[in-house]
């Protein structure tokens, strides 16, 4: 990290907030870092408050790829994407002064709507009903159809959001150094007209996922990539694959993912 000396925080703006960043502030010009005030201009962003606000400052900063990306808590506990505490000041100074840091590198999911919109996901793109009714979708792995789904909506997962939303729904937890896709299903009715695979699957990086949604009275389902909202209604088609670019985060020498998973979840 000696090479790279600007510094953008990402953080509420609120007069608690602002009291907190405070000393963060102050470390940076300590140990001569330079806070710039446009995103742009940083080489290191930080976000400061917890994982929705890192994934907040990896789509609002564009997820930039020649920028690393690093995660500082400000709850009680650390986080999947915050390798650190607010209150552990003496952890950033070895991390800055010490290289205790390694890069870890998340894949990250392109979405195309209708062949127009396009967004990027760090967590997960998510479809569901937009009324209280199921829907029909058309489920298709490189052109090639593999079930017709009905439900209430389906999760598609990065490795590192693989223990979101997708964990909540009996979804498996993904190593991120597997580049892949992970399906997972919301509440699927299966019946002699309707039948699915009833279980999440993974797809490898080279995979293309398209889901076409039946045109029967449910045309304005409720779309989400990460912790956001899509304002897109009227929807036809969806695809899905990896970018092929990854966002470079900060990962302490003793934190790996799996140690995450454990303090998180056991």
């Not at 890069?103 to 709507?113: A, H």
Request: glycine share 6%; net charge negative; with cysteine.
């Amino acid at each position: 990290m000696s090479d790279r000396r600007n510094l953008y925080f990402f953080h509420h703006h609120d007069a608690q907030m602002m009291d907190q960043v405070a000393s963060l502030y102050e470390l940076a010009d300590r140990y001569d870092f330079h806070v710039v005030d446009n995103p742009n201009e940083a080489n290191i962003i930080v976000s400061v408050g917890g994982d929705g606000t890192f994934l907040q400052a990896v789509r609002k900063t564009g997820f930039r790829q020649d920028a690393l990306y690093a995660g500082i808590s400000t709850t009680g506990n650390l986080s999947m994407y915050c390798d650190f505490h607010i209150s552990e000041t003496s952890k950033m100074i070895d991390a800055m002064t010490k290289e205790q840091v390694e890069i870890r590198r998340y894949p990250t999911i392109d979405i195309l709507i209708d062949d127009g919109s396009s967004f990027r996901c760090l967590n997960e793109f998510s479809i569901r009903s937009g009324i209280i009714k199921t829907f029909v979708m058309d489920v298709f792995i490189d052109d090639f159809h593999f079930e017709t789904f009905r439900g209430d909506g389906m999760i598609l997962a990065t490795p590192t959001g693989s223990t979101a939303y997708n964990k909540s729904v009996n979804g498996a937890v993904v190593d991120p150094m597997l580049p892949c896709i992970q399906v997972s299903e919301l509440a699927s009715l299966n019946n002699n007209r309707y039948r699915t695979l009833g279980s999440s699957f993974i797809l490898s990086g080279e995979r293309k996922l398209k889901l076409k949604i039946v045109q029967a009275g449910n045309d304005y389902p409720i779309m989400g990539m990460d912790n956001e909202a899509l304002s897109i209604q009227h929807v036809k088609s969806i695809e899905a694959k990896l970018s092929g670019e990854k966002i470079k985060t900060v990962k302490l020498k003793d934190n790996s993912f799996w140690e995450k998973v454990k303090r998180t979840f056991l």
